[in-house]
């Protein structure tokens, strides 16, 4: 009797054979890399490219930011420092007039009726009151008895020959003037040398 495990068995199927696996092609696999490379070098460079874009605009806007802030801290300065220019120049005219009612008070008070006395006085406070406050808020009074004449603060009104000052000296006061800051308010009126013989810078009195 025959031993069946000698035989074949027509029935059982043979095995799979498993498929020859391809072999990579190195040369491919080279240049995917080199392609890989450059586009991710590509995509570093247009990263820094805009990074440095939006460092500049940051930059740009930083500096304009602060110019914004500079020029409102001036016109605020000149706002504080000028806003009551307008306001000031219409109450010259009340230290005028209480200068001219002091002015025209007797020197000696001593025969003075003692109510009238106390009223001299109470507009003298009222004056330095009022001076007190221009000088707080930056007003100035322009002087110039003695001083060269200033064309920027000082109004001729007419010469003077004069045999001990040079020409251009301010020999007389009509009225003080007032500047606030750097800024006039109103000229001083004034009487100005012109030299011994006229000699000397001429004057535009013509104002």
Not at 40 to 69: G, H, I, M, P
Not at 144 to 163: K, R, T, W
Request: proline share 4%; no cysteine.
């Amino acid at each position: 009797m025959a031993d069946s495990r000698d035989e074949p068995n027509a029935d059982t199927p043979d095995e799979p054979t498993a498929a020859p696996i391809a072999d990579a092609d190195p040369e491919l696999s080279g240049q995917e890399n080199d392609a890989a490379v450059a586009a991710e070098a590509t995509d570093v460079n247009s990263l820094a490219a805009e990074n440095a874009k939006l460092k500049d605009q940051l930059l740009r806007a930083l500096a304009e930011l602060e110019n914004v802030r500079k020029r409102a801290e001036r016109e605020k300065e000149q706002t504080r420092k000028f806003g009551i220019a307008d306001f000031a120049r219409d109450l010259l005219s009340v230290s005028d007039n209480l200068r001219r009612a002091l002015d025209a008070t007797p020197q000696d008070r001593t025969q003075m009726d003692e109510a009238l006395g106390n009223l001299i006085t109470g507009v003298e406070m009222t004056e330095k009151e009022l001076l007190s406050a221009f000088e707080k808020h930056g007003i100035r009074k322009l002087q110039p008895l003695g001083e060269v004449f200033d064309y920027n603060f000082h109004q001729a009104m007419f010469e003077v020959e004069s045999n001990d000052h040079g020409a251009g000296i301010v020999m007389q006061v009509l009225q003080v003037g007032y500047a606030i800051g750097d800024r006039l308010l109103r000229p001083a009126m004034v009487g100005v040398s012109k030299g011994s013989g006229g000699a000397g810078k001429n004057i535009d009195t013509s104002a």
